[in-house]
């Protein structure tokens, strides 16, 4: 453990030097980079200071015993020693979590997108859920959310909704819910009392800069329409709403959400953007993917990752079997036991890949 830490503050060392740099500070891309390791590392040298002096103390009560007479300082000695000792494979285990390289999206804002599948009208007003579950998620972690586009159902809910969500570390913990969700309910529709299954799929998409993704205007097609509300009514008379068509790859984005034409292209070429950087983020993920087999990344959006069962009052995550009698207050957004319990999966199968190395 120590030969590791020392690698760490090497480095650490090295980006502390690096951030201070002119060639570096002008550099926008690099700058974040360096700027996230060197908070990251900071971390992990914070800890392994808490462990040398732990070690120091170990040692210091081992040395004491071996020369003191008074009985008073024996049991002092020895208490200090059980309590460092107490101390140390938890902190190991710690620092060990803290030393499983991080995925570099983790800090990035999200595009979130809920599309309504298989269901009918059911479908439409699961999703109008899910979207409520995440957007009082979002607050409870102090994230800002807000709506870009939206298709509404026939009755209620969303056809379709994508939303922007910023703050700290947002991808690090939502890319845990993509994938395809599934609800157990009678639906309001329902005339007999039956229950129906149905299904709606959420996409996490990491949000990218401008520096990161580079796009031709002459490669985007840009179309100026009304925006529309249910049933195909004109809500304004004004053509402001957007939508891009990214002709290369057949990739389109769209916003109506705004009354200010230039507001909803921004919004638009955000998504955009973010659309084109998940397509690149996808293939690094296949590869990474034949590399190595993890549980829960972001991985197949065909995939059925959870079910809601409302008779039961059950939530039950597929990808570690964990089920949860607790419906209410997950679909009031108490979704961070979830993510945390796939977070420790994720990060016990890095440790186990790791093996020794650490």
């Not at 103390?57 to 004491?64: D, G, Q, T, Y």
Request: charged residues 30%; contains cysteine.
């Amino acid at each position: 453990m120590l030969d590791k830490l020392q690698i760490v503050r090497q480095r650490f060392d090295e980006v502390k030097d690096l951030i201070v740099q002119p060639d570096i500070i002008s550099d926008q891309k690099r700058y974040i980079q360096i700027n996230k390791e060197y908070k990251d590392l900071s971390k992990v040298i914070e800890q392994a200071d808490n462990y040398e002096t732990l070690l120091n103390r170990i040692e210091e009560a081992k040395e004491l015993l071996k020369t003191e007479q008074d009985p008073e300082m024996i049991e002092m000695a020895k208490m200090e020693l059980a309590d460092a000792e107490e101390a140390i494979p938890v902190l190991e285990e710690k620092i060990k979590f803290m030393l499983i390289p991080q995925d570099p999206e983790d800090a990035k804002d999200v595009m979130m997108e809920i599309r309504a599948g298989t269901g009918g009208d059911e479908a439409s007003i699961f999703a109008g859920d899910l979207y409520r579950m995440y957007t009082k998620f979002c607050s409870s972690q102090g994230w800002k959310t807000e709506v870009v586009d939206m298709n509404e159902g026939t009755s209620g809910g969303f056809k379709e909704i994508i939303f922007s969500v910023s703050g700290q570390e947002v991808y690090g913990l939502m890319k845990f819910e993509s994938g395809v969700h599934r609800v157990q309910r009678v639906p309001q529709t329902e005339t007999q009392g039956r229950v129906h299954t149905s299904a709606a799929t959420v996409m996490v998409i990491p949000e990218a800069e401008e520096f990161e993704i580079a796009i031709d205007p002459s490669d985007v097609r840009i179309d100026y329409f009304c925006s529309s509300g249910p049933g195909g009514q004109s809500v304004n008379t004004t053509y402001s709403a957007v939508r891009l068509t990214h002709e290369p790859t057949g990739i389109v984005a769209q916003c109506q959400d705004q009354k200010s034409q230039h507001k909803n292209k921004e919004k638009a070429f955000k998504v955009l953007r973010s659309r084109l950087y998940e397509r690149e983020l996808a293939k690094k993920q296949e590869e990474d993917a034949a590399k190595r087999k993890t549980m829960v990344s972001s991985g197949d959006r065909s995939a059925k990752i959870r079910t809601y069962n409302y008779p039961q009052g059950r939530v039950t995550e597929h990808r570690i079997n964990l089920t949860l009698y607790d419906l209410d207050n997950i679909m009031n957004g108490d979704i961070l036991k979830i993510i945390e319990e796939l977070r420790l999966a994720e990060n016990t199968e890095k440790l186990k890949e790791l093996g020794e190395s650490i």
